[in-house]
């Protein structure tokens, strides 16, 4: 006992007497907004929410407008004529009233700001400093304002300006009904005991203030005066008297622990009273029975229940605080469980909580035990009912009994060991308890002794269940599942063989459905049954995360912790292991933090630890946000720019990039929000597509027409029933609109036709000098034969075929005769084509120079030399072109040169053309010109003459290129010594 001693210290004190669980210190999950989190002050008047869902400010500073997201805020460099507003309205047409200190009145519709018309008269009509009685602001179906404050009285102002006091009897001062809301004439404060005070609904008087008397002696001053109607049931609050006014003659008259400023009635009939001092909730608006108390030391202007459940306050120096649930609240003793909670356990109205070294026992009185080393964490707690025992699970096992504290000791081998970590423990329904480790199992043997069970010291055991019908014992470690029979003493690793090989944290014997639960480190649930893993149960089929933390069961309803939530598995039919539903619940819904530690249940109240703190649900009264949520566009850029948020927009075809951003109006939701969208081109429907932004970039959209719906997602998967919906069209480029399209078919088939007609009178005119040049062409081809074939070189030719003949030369004869008559066949037949073939017309030249050399006396020399380059069969010529230039060069060049003459004809290959070049060496042009200037010969050489015109013909027709040069060549002394043409002559295939 001295050893254990020296490891811990029992401090065993009280600190509440007689403190029940259902009051122990409980307070709501509130959240908290000030200026620092976008309110224009966090002196805030008035909270309101309008009919589309928007949650309403009223500050010293503004209004501000909240989406969810963020705040909205309005001043008078907004259009507010003063930024001091105390209530917040809205009328039958949705106008957002501002009801500020100077009664200078101001509404907010359609996204502006406007000033009420007849201020002017109103500030003529209210003296001093006005001051507004809160509630006493009303507009009714035909344009009346009613208003009242504390030092004008109340009266009203027509559709046309006019002003009415309300009446004002001799005998009382009335409060009149308007809307379900009393303007009230006149302060209390005045109420002398002469005078009456009535209220006055739908012109009946339903309360006095002579009706037993109980305005005499209660009410002293009335700073404070707030009155509401619900249910025909009215509440009248002054200073710290609250008056319930059942009918004429019944009220509840009670006194308040602090000043009243504001009653508020929600849906379930509980009224609640804002005062200087925190808020008083009374149950079911018995306001003779001792109210809950909360937010102390604040003074609470309004109250607020939103359409999600969620519970609004303001306050006057303190921004507002919002309560997403009431069935929602925590344990917040400080400085108890300031450092969260590891393990909780309830039993026979007791109630212990494990908070890193220190376990609290609540009950009767409070018992706190707290470890000496700080680093000593309680990691699980466990009450032995049969034995009156909690054991404590740390880095040892520990036990209380009777306030003493005893230290249990873990033997393996008969040897005391240090090194096994308690992970589990259970207590058989026959008393026997079994240990997990992290050094395997252990069963206790009496006298504060576990004993290790075989040898299973390597095997580290998270989480046992005991199945005491087959005497197994289940063991989830971090390989997965080992069994361990109790009738043999065998262990068995059964992971592979039935999928549960996953780390293993903690394992629930599910008596609604008679299976085994597991709850994995990373796989969900797996459901063990009649020998297999049945179901699996993950994030797929709803889980909030697939690592499990604890387990615990009420009834049909298993309560799963994970690292991101609490889920509540509600099953079904007993015999149908399919058969349940999903409900995910997280801060969201006002725990204290997703990472839930150990969850425990009792019929009534859930209790859940988690490192913020301990969270009491009475889950019964847990219900889901059934809410659909509205859904708005807040705003949309067209190309980055602002636009004025529309239901259509119709766009030219390069404003085709639009930016929308859009709101759901979720409050209890303030972490990631899920939205939904669809956008639709005209005749398509596409499918949902889901996100967590609340905005949607469309760039570079094509022309069409676009119809876009989106949709938001509570936190519990509730969807609008009326999404936000845009229609818009990109109309597109000019050029591709059906009138362009339409003028641009006209225009063309109009510059076709002219094109057309413009073509055939081309072509025809172009046919006309065609034929004309053809005409020209065969008429000069045919003079170039006629010059070719002319009498003259005819007759020559016949005389020195004659001469041989004389002279009984009949070889040279009849040879000579042959050329002349295969010359004069080949030049008839080459004739007859457009074109012919290069080597025919080199044939042709050496047939004629051979019968020209004839003609003269000692003949001449020629040469006919063609680059191997060019294929003579392939390429072809015009006929009748080169015989003109060589009869020119042999009669006009070496006819008249005495001794050797010669003649060279030399065809080279160019890029674009053929390079004909005639050459000889005769006596040149100008001697020629002198030659034949004085000896006029009566034949005249045409042939040049005629084949230039040739080619021209021939350029013009066919577009060729076709081009002629002379080079006379001189001698080394300047002399003449022979003429070069160079005819540049364009290939031709065909």
């Not at 009233?97 to 509404?107: C, K, L, N, Q, V």
């Not at 709101?663 to 939701?669: E, I, K, S, V």
């Not at 065809?907 to 200037?933: A, M």
Request: neutral net charge; hydrophobic residues 35%; contains cysteine.
């Amino acid at each position: 006992m001295s050893f254990i001693l020296l490891l811990f210290k029992l401090k065993l004190y009280i600190l509440l007497l007689i403190f029940p669980i259902s009051l122990y210190s409980q307070n709501f999950s509130f959240r908290h907004y000030t200026a620092e989190d976008g309110l224009p002050s966090s002196e805030v008047y008035h909270v309101f929410q309008d009919s589309k869902g928007y949650i309403w400010f009223a500050t010293d500073n503004g209004v501000s407008r909240y989406d969810g997201y963020e705040f909205q805020n309005f001043s008078e460099d907004d259009g507010l004529p003063d930024n001091t507003v105390f209530e917040i309205y809205e009328d039958y047409k949705g106008r957002i009233w501002f009801i500020p200190h100077s009664a200078r009145f101001s509404y907010f519709f359609n996204d502006s700001i406007f000033h009420y018309k007849f201020n002017h008269k109103l500030q003529e009509t209210v003296q001093f400093y006005p001051n507004p009685f809160k509630g006493s602001f009303a507009i009714d179906s035909t344009e009346k304002l009613y208003y009242g404050d504390r030092r004008n009285g109340s009266f009203y102002i027509d559709s046309i300006g006019k002003i009415t006091a309300i009446r004002e009897e001799k005998n009382f001062h009335a409060v009149i009904g308007i809307n379900e809301r009393f303007i009230i004439n006149r302060p209390i404060a005045k109420l002398s005991e002469k005078k009456k005070f009535a209220i006055v609904r739908n012109g009946i008087e339903v309360f006095s203030s002579d009706t037993n008397g109980i305005f005499s002696s209660s009410i002293k001053k009335q700073d404070y005066f707030f009155i509401l109607n619900n249910n025909n049931n009215d509440f009248f609050v002054a200073d710290d008297v609250l008056v319930k006014i059942k009918n004429l003659t019944d009220t509840d008259i009670t006194l308040i622990p602090s000043t009243g400023i504001y009653l508020y009635v929600d849906d379930h009939n509980n009224l609640w009273v804002g005062t200087r001092n925190g808020v008083l909730f009374f149950k079911n608006s018995e306001i003779l029975a001792s109210p809950n108390i909360f937010l102390k030391n604040r003074s609470i202007t309004s109250i607020l229940k939103d359409h999600e459940g969620g519970f609004w306050f303001t306050t006057l120096l303190d921004g507002a605080y919002y309560i997403p649930n009431l069935s929602v609240k925590y344990l917040n003793n400080d400085p108890l469980f300031n450092k969260g909670a590891n393990s909780l356990y309830i039993q026979n109205k007791k109630f212990w909580i494990a908070s890193n070294n220190l376990l609290y026992e609540i009950s009767s009185e409070t018992k706190t035990i707290q470890l000496d080393k700080e680093d000593i964490i309680i990691k699980k707690i466990h009450y032995d009912s049969l034995n009156n025992k909690m054991w404590i699970l740390s880095r040892y096992l520990y036990s209380i009994q009777n306030n003493e504290i005893t230290k249990a000791n873990l033997i393996y081998k008969n040897i005391i060991i240090s090194s096994a970590q308690p992970k589990d423990i259970i207590v058989n329904r026959d008393g026997k308890i079994w240990l997990a480790t992290s050094r395997g199992l252990y069963k206790f043997a009496g006298k504060n002794e576990f004993i290790s069970i075989k040898n299973n010291k390597s095997i580290k055991i998270n989480a046992i269940c005991f199945n005491q019908d087959e005497n197994i014992i289940y063991c989830g470690t971090n390989d997965g599942l080992w069994q361990y029979r109790t009738d043999n003493n065998s262990f068995e690793y059964v992971g592979d063989e039935l999928n549960l090989s996953s780390q293993i944290e903690c394992i629930l014997k599910n008596k609604y459905q008679q299976n085994i639960w597991f709850g994995t480190k990373s796989d969900g649930i797996k459901i063990y049954s009649n020998d297999t893993v049945a179901l699996e149960i993950t994030t797929n089929e709803g889980l909030s995360s697939n690592s499990i933390t604890t387990l615990n069961q009420i009834g049909n309803i298993i309560w799963v912790g994970t690292i991101n939530g609490l889920n509540k598995i509600e099953l079904g039919n007993p015999d149908n292991i399919l058969d349940y539903s999903i409900t995910n619940y997280s801060k969201i819904h006002g725990l204290l933090s997703n990472e839930i530690q150990d969850v425990f249940a009792n019929d009534t109240v859930l209790f859940i630890a988690s490192k913020k703190g301990v969270n009491l649900i009475k889950h019964k009264n847990l219900t889901t946000n059934k809410t659909p949520p509205n859904i708005y566009f807040k705003n949309i850029k067209i190309l980055d720019k602002d636009t004025i948020v529309k239901d259509y927009y119709e766009l030219p075809y390069n404003q085709n990039s639009i930016y929308i951003e859009y709101a759901g109006l979720m409050y209890r939701n303030n972490a990631e929000k899920r939205y939904k969208y669809k956008l639709n081109q005209k005749g398509e429907d596409s499918n949902w597509k889901e996100t967590n932004d609340n905005f949607l970039r469309l760039s570079f959209l094509p022309a069409g027409s676009y119809y876009l719906k989106v949709k938001a997602i509570n936190e519990d998967g509730v969807e609008s029933t009326h999404p936000a919906e845009l229609n818009f069209t990109i109309n597109p480029p000019f050029w591709k609109t059906w009138w362009f399209s339409s003028l641009l078919i006209l225009f063309i088939v109009i510059i076709t036709y002219f094109l057309f007609k413009s073509r055939v009178n081309e072509l025809n005119k172009r046919s006309t000098i065609e034929k004309n040049l053809l005409k020209e062409v065969n008429k000069f081809r045919q003079q170039a034969l006629s010059q070719q074939m002319n009498p003259h070189f005819i007759f020559n030719t016949l005389n020195s075929i004659q001469f041989f003949i004389y002279e009984n030369n009949n070889d040279k004869s009849v040879h000579y005769l042959s050329k002349f008559a295969k010359l004069m066949r080949t030049v008839l037949e080459n004739s007859q084509y457009e074109t012919i073939s290069i080597q025919k017309e080199l044939d042709a030249l050496a047939l004629y120079l051979d019968l020209e050399s004839l003609r003269f006396k000692d003949g001449f020399n020629y040469k006919i030399d063609v680059s191997l380059e060019i294929d003579t069969e392939v390429y072809h010529i015009y006929p009748l072109i080169l015989q003109p230039y060589i009869e020119n060069s042999i009669w006009h060049g070496l006819y008249h040169k005495q001794g050797e003459k010669n003649l060279l004809i030399k065809f080279e290959n160019n890029d674009e053309n053929f390079l004909c070049i005639i050459e000889d060496d005769g006596i040149g042009r100008e001697k020629s010109f002198e030659i034949n200037k004085n000896n006029r010969e009566k034949h005249k050489p045409l042939g040049t003459k005629i084949t230039n015109k040739r080619i021209e013909a021939i350029n013009k027709l066919y577009n060729r290129n076709f081009s002629i040069d002379y080079i006379d060549l001189k001698g080394q002394n300047g002399a003449p010594d022979g003429t070069r043409v160079l005819l540049r002559i364009p290939k031709i295939t065909d």
